[in-house]
């Protein structure tokens, strides 16, 4: 990707008052905001405070940027980038080399304290970090300079939340998430491989008008974007209460758009609004598209949500078994298995609670 062109790009385009106003609306909704709220949502991205953003790219394949920036909703990308100055990004600042450091220290300098520090990507620590460099320094140097200098850390991306897949087992690399790392700052996590950019946009907005970061789950995750269980909101429950299932993709099931469960879904386990707020301007997301969810919102997904296409035996479904399983019974159950067959040392955060079982409600924390 060519930066310099990138650049001048967004800056020729121009948000439409109409684009504004839909972008505003949906992160209202997004944010459960009564609408008598989008007046002062909208006065407070109209204001002429921009808060300076320094985005850091670390372990990643950029899907995070891409996401947000880019796909088929230019006008989200746009309107991301009115409300905030961009000050620091690699993959569309039209600066490179010496110039580009330059203007990373430029701007920690002169917004010291003041800036948001925005994460994507994973950060390994094995072997003194060497397996991710930057202009010669290690992103674990390049963090511990930028991070504490910071008014707070957006940590955007499940591999920036909690290492992703280069975290995943064996993790040659070390890799790890920003909390592990970073101490003494609020931090925001906004995982999903990629997340939704409606989730950065909301947070953005919030932040904007109440001058804090969002309510989040002890994830550090709003709760605007992942406080309800995918499973709890999906348009093919009534399928899995009734025990009408997909037994195999292409099968007539499939075809009848049935529950996913038996075919690997996994949104029984996995937290966020993906069936509410949708993807890109097709207004799709996985399931929708006849996908299971993969739990990509959960912190080492990679290891406890495979096999992604596989059913697990050992859960007693709710129809034809005499056996009704809550949505919370079931995603215990799942992650439980999943934890047992790969080790409970590999399974962390989602499953523990859930192995505890303790409600994820009794765990909710307040901002900080
Ligand atoms: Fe990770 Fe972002 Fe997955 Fe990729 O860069 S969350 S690999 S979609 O995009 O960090
Ligand atoms: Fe939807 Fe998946 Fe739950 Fe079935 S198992 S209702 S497809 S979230
Ligand atoms: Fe990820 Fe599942 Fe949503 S795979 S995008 S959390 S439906």
Request: net charge neutral; proline share 6%; aromatic share 6%.
């Amino acid at each position: 990707m060519n930066g310099h062109d990138d650049t001048r790009e967004f800056a020729d385009m121009r948000l439409t008052r109409r684009s504004f106003i839909k972008g505003c609306t949906m992160a209202a909704a997004a944010l459960g905001l009564a609408d008598s709220m989008i007046p002062q949502l909208v006065a407070a991205a109209t204001a002429p405070r921009r808060p300076p953003v320094v985005w850091l790219h670390f372990q990643e394949c950029t899907g995070c940027s891409e996401s947000l920036l880019r796909a088929s909703h230019p006008d989200l990308g746009r309107l991301i980038l009115d409300l905030i100055s961009l000050d620091y990004h690699e993959t569309v600042m039209a600066a490179a080399g010496h110039q580009a450091e330059e203007v990373l220290h430029d701007t920690i300098n002169k917004h010291d304290g003041k800036f948001i520090c925005v994460v994507e990507g994973a950060i390994p620590t094995k072997d003194g970090g060497i397996y991710c460099k930057i202009g010669g320094r290690t992103a674990m140097d390049i963090l511990a300079e930028v991070a504490p200098r910071s008014a707070a850390v957006v940590a955007i991306g499940s591999c920036a939340a909690f290492g992703g897949i280069q975290a995943a087992r064996p993790n040659p690399t070390g890799a790890v998430g920003v909390r592990d790392l970073v101490h003494g700052k609020p931090i925001l996590n906004i995982p999903g491989c990629p997340p939704n950019p409606v989730a950065f946009l909301g947070t953005v907005l919030h932040y904007l008008t109440f001058s804090r970061l969002p309510a989040t789950d002890n994830l550090g995750r709003p709760l605007f974007a992942y406080g309800r269980k995918i499973h709890d909101h999906c348009e093919r429950r009534a399928h899995f209460d009734e025990g009408r299932f997909a037994e195999q993709f292409g099968g007539e099931g499939h075809r009848q758009s049935y529950c996913l469960y038996k075919v690997g879904c996994k949104g029984p386990a996995t937290y966020s609004n993906c069936p509410a707020v949708r993807f890109n301007d097709v207004n799709q997301w996985p399931v929708s598209a006849g996908h299971g969810c993969i739990g990509c919102t959960e912190p080492a997904f990679w290891d406890t949500m495979t096999p992604f296409y596989e059913r697990l035996p050992e859960i007693k479904l709710p129809v034809g078994q005499g056996t009704v399983t809550t949505a919370e019974s079931v995603g215990r159950k799942i992650m439980g298995v999943t934890a047992a067959a790969i080790g409970l040392h590999a399974a962390a955060g989602v499953t523990r609670r859930l192995l505890k079982g303790t409600a994820k409600t009794d765990e909710i924390r307040e901002e900080e």
